[in-house]
C-alpha cells in the first residue's frame, strides 16, 4: 500500500471527523438532540453506521458515539489495519455529516441549481439489485471529482452506460461537478438513465457505500454490526469500483480507503505517488491511469480505456452487443424518455395505430437478417408526424415453439429501448414508439429498428431463433388490416396460458438467479405461481432453460405427491434440498403457514399473518406507509429476507394474488385482511373477477387499507363491520 495514501486517508479522515463533529454540536443545539435523522425512503437508518457498529441512529443525539467509535479508530491505527480503520473512521464521519445536513433540511442537495439524487431509495434500491442479479447491470461504478473537460467527462459515462453499468456521481473539482459536465453535454441523469448524482461534495460518495451496505442487508440477508458478513458479502458479491477523476486529495483517499474496506478498488485518472501508473491487473486494489499518458489517439480512446480498465479491475464481466447503430446502444438508455418537443416521429398512441406480433415460421420462409419496408419511408415526414406502423418479426429455429412467441415478444420493449433516443412503450397492439430528432440527426433509420431486433433477438434467444426476418408496414389500411390479424392471435394466446393449471403439467421450473444475493434462496415456478419478483412465470422459465440447459431456471420432476392442499411434491422437496445448500428441506407452494416459500430482496409483495384478525396483510414494496402490524415493507423485508423461511411471513409477486392456488391451504384470498392501497387500485378488475369465482363477491371492498385503518384496533373493527370472512374461519394459531 502506498504511504501516500495510507498518510492523506488518515488526514482526511480526521478532517471528516472533525467536521463532522462540529456539525453534530451545532445542529444539537439549535433543533435539539431528539431531532430525527433519517433517509427517506431507505431502510436500515444511516445504513453505513448501522452496518459497521449495528447502531440504530434515529435522532442527533445517537450520532455522538458515533463519531466517539471513529475518533477511536483513528487513534488505534497499526499499520497492517491502518486503511481500513481510516476508511471506516472516514465513512462513519461522512454518513454523520450528511444525516445532520437531512435533520437540517439541507438535502438532497440543490447545487447551482440541479437537484441531486441523494440516498438511493428502496426502489431503487430492488430495481437495481434485481438488475444485478440477473446481469442487465454489469456492476457499478462510483465516480469521484470531475474529468478534464466536459468532452471527456461525456465520453467516460457513455461508455460505463453502453457497457451496462449503473454510475453513481459524486464530488467536484474546483467547484465544477461531473454532473454539471454530463449536464452541459446534455447527457440524461437520473434513475432511468443508471447515472444518477448523489450529490457534489465528497462525503456524498457515502450514499455509494451505504447502497453497497442495503444491498448486503436485503438481499443478503447481513445483519447489522456484522462487520465480518458484511465485508465478505460485498468484497465476493457487490460489483462495485471507484474512478476518482482529477487530483487526489485527502478526502477522495478517505473515500477511497472506505470502499477499498469493502473491496471496491480505487482507479484514478491522476498519478499517484507510490502508485506504478498505467499497471492494472485483476484484483489490484489501486490503480493510477494519469489521463493524459493513457495510450490512444484522442481523449474519447483514453476514456474508453480508463473505463475499460476499470472494469477489468473488478473483474467485472460486461455484455456488448454486436450492434452496430449511428447512436449508443445498452441497459442504460432503457428508460429514457422522448419528450413531444425532441421527437422527430411517433408510432402508435393517442389517434395513432402501431403493433408488433412475433410469429414462428418455417426454416424455408424466413430470411435470416432480412429487413423490409413496405409502404413509404416514415423518416422522410416532416417533424413530429405521427405514422402507421406494423412490425412483424419472423422467427425460424429448429427449438422453436409456439409457446415462445409472446416471452421473445414482450422483449422487443426492452430490446428497441436500449438504443438512445428511441422510447418504446406498450405492447401487442397497444405500442408507442418515439424516436428523437438527435437519433434523427445522427442518421437513425427505420432500419436500425430492424436491425436491433435481428441482431438482439439472435443474442438472447440464441439457440431459439436461428432465423429472424422484420418487415415494417406503413400504409394505414395495410397496417389496420395486419392488426386484427395479429388481434386473434393475441385472444388465442391469452385463452392458452389462462387454461394451465399445476395439476396439468409434471415439471415445475427453478429459478436461483438470486442465490448470487440470497445464498439459499430458489424460486419454485409453477403455471399458478410465477417467481416473487413478478418477472418470471413458468413459460418463461421453460424457454429459459431451452436457451440456457445449464442456465438458473432447471426443470423440476414433480414427482409424487406428498399433500395436493398444501401444494407439495417430492420432487420438488429434493430439489429445493439440493440446491438451497440443504437449508430447506421442505417446501409447499400453496401454504404460507407449513414450510413456505422463501424470500429473498426481490419480491413485489409481503405476505405476512395478522393474528389478530385471523388472516393476512399484503403490503406492496411501492408503500412506504405504516402496515396495521406496525411496520413498514421494509421492516418486514428486514425480517424475512436472505433466501430464509418463516412461516406466517413470505414475499410473493403480485400474480400470485390472483391464482386460484394463492395460499389455498389457508383459504385462499378471503384470508387478506389488509392489503396496501396502491394494489388494490392497481389490480382491483383481476382481483375482483378471482373473489367472484371463489364465491367471495365483494370481498374487495372487504379487505381494509391504509387509508381505511391505521391499528389493530381499527382494523378489527373495520373488519366486524364488514362482516370479513376471516373472522369466521378455522384459527390460524
Ligand atoms: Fe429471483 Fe425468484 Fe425472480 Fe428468479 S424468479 S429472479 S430467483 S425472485
Ligand atoms: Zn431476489
Excluded at 491505527?77 to 465513512?91: R, Y
Excluded at 414462428?360 to 409502404?375: C, F, L, P, Y
Excluded at 412483424?392 to 438512445?420: C, S, T, W, Y
Amino acid at each position: 500500500m502506498s504511504q501516500f495514501v495510507i498518510d492523506s486517508a488518515f488526514k482526511g479522515a480526521a478532517s471528516l471527523i472533525e467536521q463532522a463533529d462540529a456539525m453534530v454540536v451545532e445542529s444539537t443545539s439549535v433543533l435539539g438532540a431528539a431531532a430525527p435523522v433519517a433517509f427517506p425512503d431507505t431502510a436500515y437508518y444511516l445504513p453505513v453506521i448501522y452496518g459497521l457498529t449495528g447502531q440504530e441512529v434515529e435522532k442527533l443525539g445517537d450520532l455522538a458515539s458515533a463519531i466517539g467509535y471513529a475518533r477511536e479508530l483513528l487513534a488505534t491505527m497499526e499499520s497492517e489495519t491502518a486503511v481500513q480503520n481510516a476508511g471506516i473512521a472516514s465513512l462513519i464521519a461522512a454518513e454523520t455529516i450528511q444525516g445532520v445536513r437531512f435533520a437540517r433540511a439541507e438535502q438532497p442537495e440543490i447545487y447551482h441549481g440541479y437537484h441531486f439524487n441523494g440516498p438511493i431509495d428502496d426502489v431503487q434500491l430492488r430495481a437495481w439489485g434485481v438488475g444485478l442479479a440477473d446481469g442487465t447491470i454489469s456492476g457499478v461504478a462510483a465516480v469521484i471529482g470531475a474529468a478534464g473537460n466536459d468532452k471527456v467527462a461525456a465520453k467516460i459515462v457513455r461508455t460505463l452506460q453502453s457497457m451496462g453499468l449503473l454510475t453513481l456521481l459524486c464530488g467536484n473539482v474546483n467547484g465544477r461537478s461531473i454532473a454539471e459536465q454530463l449536464l452541459q453535454e446534455g447527457i440524461e441523469l437520473g434513475y432511468q438513465t443508471l447515472v444518477v448524482p448523489l450529490g457534489s461534495d465528497t462525503a456524498s460518495a457515502v450514499y455509494a457505500l451505504g447502497y453497497a451496505s442495503r444491498l448486503a442487508f436485503s438481499f443478503g440477508g447481513i445483519a447489522g454490526g456484522d462487520v465480518k458478513q458484511l465485508l465478505n458479502w460485498t468484497r465476493q458479491r457487490a460489483p462495485v469500483f471507484v474512478l476518482a477523476l482529477g487530483e487526489i486529495d485527502n478526502l477522495k483517499c478517505a473515500a477511497a480507503a472506505g470502499a477499498l474496506t469493502y473491496g471496491f478498488p480505487l482507479i484514478a485518472d491522476s498519478a499517484i505517488p507510490g502508485i506504478t501508473p498505467l499497471s492494472a491487473a485483476e484484483g489490484q486494489q489501486i490503480v493510477s491511469m494519469p489521463f493524459n499518458d493513457i495510450p490512444g489517439a484522442d481523449d474519447d480512446e483514453k476514456a474508453v480505456f480508463l473505463v475499460q480498465q476499470s472494469v477489468k479491475v473488478r473483474g467485472i464481466k460486461t455484455k456488448v452487443s454486436k450492434l452496430s447503430l449511428p447512436v449508443p446502444y445498452g441497459p442504460a438508455f432503457e428508460g429514457e424518455v422522448v419528450r413531444r418537443g425532441d421527437m422527430q416521429l411517433e408510432f402508435g398512441s393517442k389517434g395513432g395505430t402501431c403493433f408488433e406480433w412475433l410469429t414462428m415460421k418455417s426454416m424455408d420462409e424466413v430470411q435470416d437478417g432480412r429487413i423490409s419496408v413496405v409502404g413509404p419511408d416514415p423518416f422522410t415526414s416532416e417533424a413530429g408526424s405521427n405514422i402507421p406502423l406494423g412490425i412483424i418479426i419472423e422467427v425460424a429455429g429448429e427449438k422453436m415453439q409456439r409457446d415462445f412467441e409472446p416471452i421473445m415478444e414482450r422483449q422487443i420493449h426492452h430490446l428497441l429501448n436500449g438504443a438512445e433516443g428511441v422510447q418504446h412503450q406498450g405492447q401487442r397492439d397497444i405500442t408507442w414508439i418515439r424516436i428523437s430528432k438527435g437519433a434523427f440527426m445522427q442518421g437513425f433509420k427505420l432500419d436500425h429498428l430492424g436491425q436491433i431486433l435481428h441482431t438482439r433477438l439472435h443474442e438472447e434467444f440464441g439457440t431459439l431463433a436461428d432465423k429472424v426476418q422484420v418487415t415494417f408496414y406503413t400504409e394505414q389500411d395495410r397496417v389496420n388490416e395486419l392488426k386484427e390479424e395479429a388481434r386473434s392471435v393475441y385472444r388465442d394466446r391469452n385463452e392458452r396460458i389462462a387454461g394451465l393449471v399445476d395439476e396439468k403439467v409434471d415439471t415445475f421450473y427453478s429459478c436461483t438467479l438470486c442465490q448470487s444475493f440470497a445464498p439459499p434462496h430458489v424460486c419454485v415456478i409453477s403455471p399458478e405461481r410465477g417467481g416473487l419478483c413478478g418477472a418470471y412465470n413458468w413459460f418463461d422459465c421453460r424457454a429459459a432453460y431451452e436457451i440456457k440447459p445449464l442456465g438458473a431456471n432447471q426443470p423440476i420432476a414433480k414427482g409424487e405427491i406428498i399433500d395436493s392442499a398444501r401444494g407439495e411434491w417430492e420432487g420438488v422437496n429434493d430439489f429445493v434440498y439440493q440446491h438451497s445448500g440443504m437449508n430447506v428441506e421442505r417446501f409447499t407452494l400453496y401454504s404460507i403457514m407449513d414450510a413456505p416459500t422463501t424470500t429473498c430482496g426481490c419480491c413485489e409483495c409481503i405476505l405476512s399473518i395478522v393474528p389478530e384478525a385471523n388472516g393476512f396483510l399484503v403490503v406492496s414494496r411501492d408503500d412506504y406507509g405504516m402496515t396495521p402490524a406496525g411496520m413498514t415493507f421494509s421492516t418486514l423485508m428486514g425480517i424475512i429476507g436472505g433466501g430464509h423461511q418463516t412461516p406466517g411471513m413470505m414475499g410473493i409477486g403480485k400474480d400470485y394474488l390472483t391464482s386460484a392456488k394463492f395460499i389455498s391451504a389457508e383459504g385462499g384470498i378471503s384470508r387478506v385482511v389488509w392489503m396496501s392501497k396502491s394494489l388494490k387500485d392497481e389490480m382491483r378488475e383481476q382481483l375482483e373477477e378471482i373473489c367472484q369465482k371463489g364465491g367471495t363477491p365483494g370481498l374487495l371492498d372487504k379487505i381494509a387499507d391504509g387509508t381505511t385503518v391505521a391499528s389493530i384496533e381499527d382494523l378489527r373493527a373495520f373488519l366486524q363491520e364488514k362482516q370479513h370472512p376471516a373472522l369466521s374461519m378455522e384459527a390460524l394459531l
